[in-house]
């Protein structure tokens, strides 16, 4: 297992920081438009400068493309981004989009006059078992605040910004995140994941190999609401083929937890490299082969894997609309179990 970063999280990768935003509002009986409220935002901002003037390399994958995220094709076509990653439920894209725009116009006066319009990426995951969609009560003063507090160091998870209302395995879920660090004859570099989890049925979840769905049954009503979005960050100089070659690997990790990708999940991957920024007068070096790549990859899949459980570790039970109730994984079970079969260890956070 390749080494993490200080913190074990995306904010690892140098001058990267997020934001997030979290609504926990009401309980009991559904009433649409006023709640229960259990939503959120996350914002990723590759690095610290203006993002729209010093744009990064970038690359995305839909493995599954059950969604409604924005802004992919622009990423498709240019192979940049220019902005804060967002991430919200699937009914509040606009609102989170429009708080995008607002960051970038109060930054960039020129744009729409004497420079062209920017390109914002949202991406969402349903969180209806638990929260008045209907109600979007995401608005973009909370896209503004997210990108406005997004800071460095230690990133929240679970039940937080985008991740407040989210599930997996039919257990609560929401934001994961950790970091690995790669070496190679060209220097250090660090690789960061942050993911939101809404995906998966019981009997599929599967820890260190270990079918513990199986052991820990559930009766679950069928839900289409399935969803994983994974935003990995690095400070390699890594070209456009490459950060798409990494992005089709998250899947792989996740595969290891138990996700078969089913009809109705969109699962989203994106990749971007704040290599420019980091080392503005530096000439990135072309270096295209398996030696030099094929340790990314490593660390793509290991670390989707491990922030899709550091997403179900740090969740907290939340009951919700209706009083639908999301269970924590049974933590303490699960590590016992994994320390008698010798599989606790490396194990991320817990």
């Known amino acids: 297992m390749l080494p993490t970063g200080k913190f074990n999280a995306i904010t690892d990768v140098p001058g990267l920081t997020v934001g997030q935003v979290s609504l926990i509002r009401k309980q009991g009986r559904l009433i649409p438009g006023q ?44 192979g ?12 509040s894209i606009g609102a989170v989009l429009e708080g995008g725009n607002d960051w970038v116009l109060k930054h960039n006066p020129g744009v729409g006059i004497s420079e062209r319009t920017p390109n914002i990426t949202v991406f ?25 507090t997004a800071t460095g160091g230690q990133v929240l998870e679970g039940n937080v910004g985008a991740g407040v209302g ?3 395995f039919a257990y609560k879920s929401g934001v994961g995140t950790c970091s690995r660090i790669v070496k190679n004859n060209f220097g ?5 994941v942050l993911m939101v989890c809404n995906f998966g049925q019981r009997k599929d979840l599967t820890i260190k190999g ?13 839900s289409n609401r399935n969803s994983n979005i994974t935003i990995i960050a690095t400070d390699a100089p890594l070209t456009y083929p490459q950060l798409k070659r990494l992005a089709k690997r998250p899947s792989l990790g996740l595969s290891r937890v138990g996700s078969i990708s089913r009809w109705g999940s969109g699962d989203i991957d994106m990749v971007i490299s704040n290599y420019p920024w980091i080392y503005p007068h530096a000439q990135p070096p072309i270096i295209d082969s398996a030696k030099f790549l094929d340790p990314f990859i490593e660390a793509v899949v290991d670390a989707s894997e491990e922030a899709c ?10 009951v919700g609309v209706d009083n639908h109730i999301r269970e924590k994984l049974p933590v303490e079970q699960i590590i016992a179990y994994l320390r008698s079969t010798n599989r606790l260890w490396p194990f991320g956070k817990n």
Not at 127 to 142: F, I, P, S
Not at 309 to 318: D, G, S
């Open 35 to 78: 709640g229960p409220v259990r939503t959120g935002v996350t914002a990723i901002l590759p690095h610290g400068g203006n993002l729209y003037s010093q744009k990064c390399p970038a690359a995305v994958f839909p493995f599954n493309g059950y969604g409604k995220s924005i802004g992919m094709m622009y990423i498709e076509e240019l």
């Open 80 to 91: 940049i981004c220019e902005n804060p990653i967002l991430i919200t439920n699937s009914l």
């Open 124 to 148: 969402e995951c349903d969180d209806g078992y638990l929260n008045d969609t209907r109600g979007r009560h995401v608005q973009k003063e909370h896209a503004w605040q997210a990108i406005a």
């Open 166 to 168: 989210m599930s997996a």
């Open 188 to 192: 250090t570099w660090t690789l960061g």
């Open 210 to 222: 270990i079918p513990f769905g199986r052991m820990f049954p559930v009766h679950e009503a069928p």
């Open 309 to 318: 459980l550091n997403a179900l570790f740090q969740a907290e039970t939340m």
